[in-house]
């Protein structure tokens, strides 16, 4: 399989700092997306972000008529962060920051200051339904200042229209109407809006069947629609990173690799933040690579620092704690999972290194 690791002078990280600069709000550090140059350049009353959760290119192309709504308004593609996944890449598109910068790496994170890992949306320890502690741990440990609240301290308007965000709508029938709703307000304003297909459906039923396809298809069809409805108003359609169909396999079934490792392995079943007993580095190495190494980058914790994958700029200041002494990176279509039960549920999977898995569309609707 292809790999393609990110660019962050031109991913997904950048699209809001592009938002910023529009709404004057320049600070230093910040690389804005170029390819929304010329749309932003114009002026519009409206600014909508739609994040589909999963549409990466290669479902789009695999999924959506060539003349059809989303591929004619396709302007580009670019990147997703690493991992792409929608803890790291959705925090990164609301908060304009690299992985490193903002800490949320991943579905389940190691947090140093109380030695857990901890899946971080959940506020749980990980592979359990123990709560991690009486407060929310990551927003606690990794705070950030989101791009919309940056807009709203600066006397612009910023809303966030997601399935977390009161009025908290159950569809993307309710998203749209909220949308539609925000727009007919009086002022310049920016709507992040994100939805949670089409990656829901492709890990239980896979990328490649009709549950995907459909389900893309009447995503597009809606923003049709919404965006037919829509005056001043530019529509920015994206992902927060792709997928491909994957075969599994339980970590605990491999003896040799468990007796190893400090705690169980965290971040992603593609991108695997591992802890390993200093004396059994050397086998650690060995076991791995014997029984993973076709599909699996192995990389040191100082390989994965000096490759910056995580991006660049001032790191959170628990970042290399939270970083395991290894770092197992997919390059192909096998995902690693802490237990027998995840592994024989998802079908399809995101978070490491393929082309499919990092490109992502820029879709632009121009809404005179």
């Known amino acids: 399989m292809k790999q393609r690791v990110p660019d962050y002078e031109k991913c997904i990280m950048n699209l809001p700092n592009s938002i910023l600069e529009k709404f004057d709000i320049c600070e230093e550090g910040r690389q804005r997306l170029h390819l929304l140059d010329p749309y932003l350049a114009k002026e519009y009353e409206n600014i909508v972000v739609i994040l589909l959760d999963g549409m990466g290119t290669s479902i789009v192309e695999r999924h959506l008529k060539e003349d059809g709504f989303f591929r004619t308004h396709q302007k580009n593609s670019y990147t997703s962060i690493f991992p792409p996944t929608t803890v790291a890449a959705t925090t990164s598109v609301v908060s304009g920051l690299a992985p490193c910068q903002h800490g949320w790496l991943g579905w389940d994170c ?3 200051k109380i030695d857990k890992n901890v899946t971080v949306f959940m506020n749980t320890e990980s592979g359990t339904d123990t709560p991690a502690a009486d407060y ?10 989101s791009v919309g609240a940056k807009i709203r301290a600066n006397g612009g308007q910023a809303y966030e229209v997601t399935p977390f965000v009161e009025p908290f709508p159950k569809s993307f029938e309710e998203i749209s109407g909220r949308i539609r709703t925000l727009c007919r307000k009086p002022g310049k304003k920016y709507i992040y809006s994100y939805w949670t297909e089409p990656d829901h459906i492709m890990h239980e039923k896979g990328c490649c069947g009709s549950e995907a396809a459909q389900a893309v298809r009447e995503l597009e069809e ?19 990173h792709g997928h491909i169909d994957s075969e599994g396999a339980a970590i605990t079934d491999y003896p040799r690799i468990m007796e190893c490792l400090v705690r169980m392995p965290s ?22 690579s014997k029984e993973f190494g076709d599909k699996f ?4 914790k100082e390989q994965v620092l000096n490759s910056k994958i995580f991006g660049t700029g001032a790191q959170h200041p628990d970042f290399r704690e939270m970083l395991g ?3 197992a990176i997919a390059v192909d279509d096998l995902s690693i999972y802490n237990s027998r039960e995840e592994k024989e549920f998802f079908i399809g999977v995101h978070a490491g290194l393929t082309e499919e898995e990092m490109m992502i569309p820029l879709i632009v609707i121009e809404n005179p």
Request: aromatic residues 14%; charged residues 30%; negative net charge.
């Open 110 to 112: 190691y947090f140093p």
């Open 136 to 145: 929310p741990v990551a927003s606690t440990y990794c705070r950030y200042e």
């Open 222 to 240: 809606q923003v049709q629609k919404l965006c037919e409805e829509l005056e001043s108003t530019l529509v920015i359609v994206t992902a927060d």
């Open 267 to 288: 971040i992603e079943p593609r991108a695997l933040n591992l802890f390993v007993k200093e004396d059994k580095r050397e086998q650690f190495e060995q076991e791995f």
């Open 297 to 300: 980058l192995l990389w040191t």
């Open 325 to 327: 002494d290894y770092l």
